[in-house]
Nanobody, 115 residues
Framework: QVQLVESGGGLVQPGGSLRLSCAASGSIFSINLMGWYRQAPGKQRELVARITRGGSTIYADSVKGRFTISRDNAKNTVYLQMNSLKPEDTAIYYC?????????WGQGTQVTVSS
């Protein structure tokens, strides 16, 4: 099994920045994908970004140019740098990992963008 512990959420003003971290432990040998989904009340779950073991990335159109996902394979940790945050980014962010699809999930971290 894989355990994912995420951190870095909080309250930030519009235009501010946050960095989320997600650290994997356990049976991590076969992990390929890591990334984040987010979900706000009344909204559908949305894939924010994901990265493969080899460094290939994808982003939701709504965050392109503002968010950057990166991965430290030696530390089994993935990061999401979020810049120019907007109120629309407010959501619970859930880290995930898997081989070809999400297999394990983090506990979620709240990101609130408000003045």
């Amino acid at each position: 099994q894989v355990q994912l512990v995420e951190s870095g959420g909080g309250l930030v003003q519009p235009g501010g920045s946050l960095r989320l971290s997600c650290a994997a432990s356990g049976s991590i040998f076969s992990i390929n994908l890591m990334g984040w989904y987010r979900q706000a009340p009344g909204k559908q779950r949305e894939l924010v970004a994901r990265i493969t073991r080899g460094g290939s990335t994808i982003y939701a159109d709504s965050v392109k140019g503002r968010f950057t996902i990166s991965r430290d394979n030696a530390k089994n940790t993935v990061y999401l740098q979020m810049n120019s945050l907007k109120p629309e980014d407010t959501a619970i962010y859930y880290c995930y990992s898997g081989t070809f699809a999400p297999d394990f999930w983090g506990q979620g971290t709240q990101v609130t963008v408000s003045s």
